[in-house]
């Protein structure tokens, strides 16, 4: 009985948690369609090994990694130049479509790129990234702040050349 029950949690925490997961793969692979095939493959990994989860918490983050590593065994696999598709949902655009921000999450690692994802856009708290990442807070902590330093580094207008500095 103890499985049919974490199998239903698991049913019910995908389907609650299906755009969100869209999203981190689309965080990915900047492709509508390849987004989707990650998670419809996630699903089914998770629903066909939904009794290897222990405890009913830990759910959500065995979720978070089976997509996060769908999508890094997708990347790997197909070794394609990451398209910048639009990302629809009830047939409006997305505010995740602000394309220097998405440009600017593909100078970050895959680890950063996770954690800036995990953080912002699904707003998870850092011990909860931890968990998911297996890492110590801490080394989330620091992670996220040299992910950040990098992305306003690259999202601050440069100056043009020629301009002259007034002060």
């Known amino acids: 009985m103890r499985t049919d029950n974490i199998q239903k949690k698991v049913e019910e925490t995908v389907l609650s948690s299906y755009e969100a997961m869209y ?8 492709s ?3 987004a989707l095939d990650i998670v419809q493959e996630s699903v089914y990994k998770a629903i ?6 222990k405890k009913e918490a830990y759910i959500k983050t065995w979720l978070w990694r089976i997509v996060m590593n769908t999508a890094l065994d997708f990347i790997r696999k197909s070794k394609k130049e990451i398209a910048s598709d639009t990302f629809y949902e009830d047939g409006k655009e ?3 479509q602000d394309f220097d921000t998405l ?5 970050l690692t895959e680890k950063e790129k996770t954690v ?8 998870l708290k850092l011990n909860e990234i931890a968990e998911i990442l297996n890492e110590n807070p801490n ?5 996220l702040y040299r992910s950040l330093k990098k992305l306003k580094r690259k999202l601050e207008p ?10």
């Open 103 to 107: 440009d600017a999450l593909n100078t």
């Open 116 to 123: 800036v994802a995990l953080r912002f856009f699904e707003e």
């Open 48 to 53: 066909k090994h939904s009794s290897s989860v």
């Open 23 to 30: 999203r981190l793969a689309y965080t990915y692979v900047r």
């Open 158 to 167: 440069q100056p043009t050349e020629g301009a002259q500095k007034y002060e």
């Open 32 to 34: 509508e369609a390849d």
């Open 139 to 143: 080394t989330v902590k620091t992670i």
């Open 94 to 96: 997305d505010s995740y």
